[in-house]
């Protein structure tokens, strides 16, 4: 396998490099990012012969970065968002197998493109989307119908480790979004933000919180890969920590997530952009109480003619350091990224027969995911109850 770390550089895209010199089998990887000197720093990091760092800028010359990507097996897309139509359009005409961590952008305009060449996009395999949809399809395979679908996770991070993830803070909850929807009665509902609170009991040490529906590729994707689970609702929510959305929740109520222009001596400037560059280059905007990842998976249905509810969740090991290479930060970047490694080498493995834009559920068997995860001390853990009487 010769595989191309696109967007190489960042916290998270890293992570997925440093699981594949750790677990992966392959012949070349390559850290490939329009940043230098970050990108060389993660090759050095990373300290294997196999690895190096090629300078690649797909937005100002993607005939450039089709040249690199047609000399790799494999693409590991870990870059934005707003991003990904760009990536993926790179990635599909070099002719390449990808994997990417959101599955919200336009990739999915690609799925003819892929098939056409044989090839194939796993769109979202991070913790959410990504681990949240395997944890779905394996209670939905113990159950003969499906009422809800509820997905919950906390993503316990500082609210700007990095530009990409203030990106994504700031589209979930931006007001004119229009793919903010739940799946209810076979149609797409749009809702506001903070939209149906519920509490969720995530496992320990990250509590229960109140969370929000979210935009994310889960509710999209379910509905068609489970199509004949008779499926009613789908809800996704999330959180961060207290704290980030005390802030998201009064820049929302004051107008400032909808990015405003304003004059400041003179000069024009987007009220939401500012804030975004301070908390950036701020302290607080890179600090937190408590670091991780918490997943919170129920789905209620009908097995034999009785109603059960399964509750699905994850544990890692804690941020406090007492497990070496989960300190802080990167018991977060280290849940994110991990998936993404996996489902590269599932790919590379042959393990996806599959072509076209695919969805994680429509790629992978969760009982292979969850077995590797394991070897990374990532645990997924089960509850099933019995609602309605004997």
């Known amino acids: 396998m010769r595989i191309l770390c696109l967007g190489g550089a960042g916290k998270i895209s890293r992570e997925s490099a440093f699981d594949l010199v750790q677990f992966g089998d392959f012949e070349k990887m390559t850290i490939a990012d329009c940043n230098i000197k970050q990108g060389q720093e993660v090759a050095d990091w990373l300290n294997d012969s196999r690895v190096d760092f090629r300078h690649v800028d797909f937005v100002n010359d993607p005939d450039g970065a089709v040249e690199l990507i047609g000399q790799y097996d494999i693409v590991m897309d870990g ?17 390449v197998d990808g994997i990417n961590l959101n599955g919200c952008g336009a990739e999915w305009a690609f799925d003819k493109e892929f ?47 990095s530009p990409s993830i203030t990106e994504t803070t700031r589209i979930e909850y931006d007001p004119d979004l229009p793919d903010r929807v739940v799946y209810e009665d076979g149609e797409f509902v749009q809702v506001p933000p903070f939209a149906r609170p519920r509490r969720i009991e995530l496992p320990e040490p990250f509590g229960t919180h109140t969370q929000w529906i979210i935009p994310h590729a889960e509710t999209r994707t379910l509905p068609r890969s489970l199509s004949g689970k008779g499926i009613k609702l789908i ?130 068997d969760p009982t292979e995911i969850f077995a590797e995860l394991e070897k ?10 019995q609602l309605d009487s004997q």
């Open 115 to 161: 098939r056409d060449k044989g090839r194939k996009l796993i769109a979202g395999m991070g913790m959410t989307p990504g681990i949240t949809n395997m944890m779905t399809l394996h209670a939905a395979g113990q159950l003969d119908s499906i009422e809800t679908i509820r997905i919950s996770h906390g993503a316990f991070r500082s609210i700007a480790f």
């Open 79 to 95: 870059t934005a968002i707003s991003l990904n139509g760009k990536s993926t359009a790179c990635i599909a005409k070099a002719g």
């Open 376 to 385: 990374r001390q990532i645990f997924v853990h089960e509850k099933i109850k």
């Open 235 to 364: 809800e996704v929510r999330g959180t961060w920590p207290p704290k980030n959305m005390q802030l998201i929740r009064a820049l929302y109520d004051w107008g400032i997530l909808s990015n405003p222009v304003v004059n400041v001596n003179g000069v024009q400037v987007g009220l939401m952009d500012a804030v975004a560059s301070y908390l950036i280059s701020s302290d607080v905007g890179s600090q937190t109480d408590l670091w991780g990842y918490a997943l919170h998976v129920e789905v209620v249905g009908l097995k034999g003619g009785r109603k059960f509810q399964h509750v699905v969740t994850h544990t890692h090991p804690p941020s406090d350091g007492s497990v070496p290479g989960w300190e802080k930060l990167r018991a977060y970047t280290r849940n994110v990224g991990i998936p993404m490694s996996i489902g590269a080498q599932l790919i590379a493995k042959g393990k996806v027969k599959r072509t076209g834009v695919l969805a994680p559920e429509e790629a992978f």
